[in-house]
């Protein structure tokens, strides 16, 4: 089955420490996502990226991190210096845009983190 | 700044009614319009989207409404159904921009 695989499904975090929330998709889709979602707040997004090896900071990128060294894979890590980390954590993929305009995100089932 | 805003927060609708909620916007720019369904401890599963070249997109009991002058569209859930009752989310996005999303609505269908 294709889809977005998102693990762990809970995480703790200690004060002071990093972790890494991993993120796989097998839709050959170039475009990933991360979000963010707080209750009564929707999703905000954190980081992008379109293609391999590049990736951008979206509207709260600050106390985290990302990578994209493979197509299928976007890992975020949530920093230490994230001060309220705890939110339910969920990646998204899509097809790049084209003439037809943006395509459809496909969200994996998210990660719960929670601090210590 | 929300980008999108959406209404009502929560709805009880019975078993058999029509659903509403409605979302506004405000860059003209937009011209992609989708609606997520999420249940809990689950991700938002994509369940309609609509384009501003047309006004109205149906796909089952689930229909887009779009006014392009108003700058609103709203979600219709046609004889909603207990097993309807999950989290919606308005969004919308430009070539430029990427998803912006709404604050969701909390239905409940009352069987």
């Known amino acids: 089955d294709g889809g977005i695989t998102q693990s762990p499904k809970y995480l703790f975090r200690k004060e002071g420490q990093n972790v890494t929330l991993s993120c796989e998709q097998n839709?050959?889709?170039?475009?990933m996502y991360w979000y963010r979602q707080d209750p009564g707040q929707g999703l905000r997004l954190i980081y992008y990226?379109?293609?391999?090896?590049?990736?951008q900071k979206g509207d709260i990128a600050e106390g985290y991190s990302v990578s994209r060294e493979k197509k299928e894979s976007f890992p975020l890590t949530v920093t230490s210096a994230q001060k309220n980390p705890t939110a339910f954590y969920l990646c998204?993929?899509?097809?790049?845009?084209?003439?037809?305009?943006?395509?459809?995100?496909?969200f994996g089932d998210g990660t719960r983190l929670s601090i210590l | 700044q929300q980008q999108v805003k959406q209404s009502p927060q929560s709805l009880i609708v019975q078993k058999g009614g029509i659903s509403i909620i409605n979302c506004a916007y405000e860059?003209?720019?937009?011209?992609?319009f989708p609606w997520y369904q999420q249940f809990p401890g689950k991700g938002p599963a994509l369940l309609i989207a609509?384009?501003?070249?047309?006004s109205e997109k149906k796909e089952g009991r689930f229909t887009i409404s779009f006014n392009k002058s108003a700058k609103q569209f709203s979600l219709h859930i046609m004889d909603s159904q207990p097993g309807d009752s999950a989290t919606y989310f308005c969004?919308?996005?430009?070539?430029?921009?990427?998803?912006?999303f709404g604050t969701g609505t909390r239905l409940t269908v009352i069987p």
């Open positions: 609509i384009r501003p070249d047309v």
């Open positions: 998204a993929s899509s097809s790049r845009t084209n003439e037809k305009g943006n395509q459809p995100q496909h």
């Open positions: 969004a919308a996005s430009s070539r430029r921009d990427n998803l912006f």
């Open positions: 990226s379109q293609i391999v090896n590049d990736f």
């Open positions: 839709l050959n889709h170039d475009a």
């Open positions: 860059n003209t720019a937009f011209d992609y």
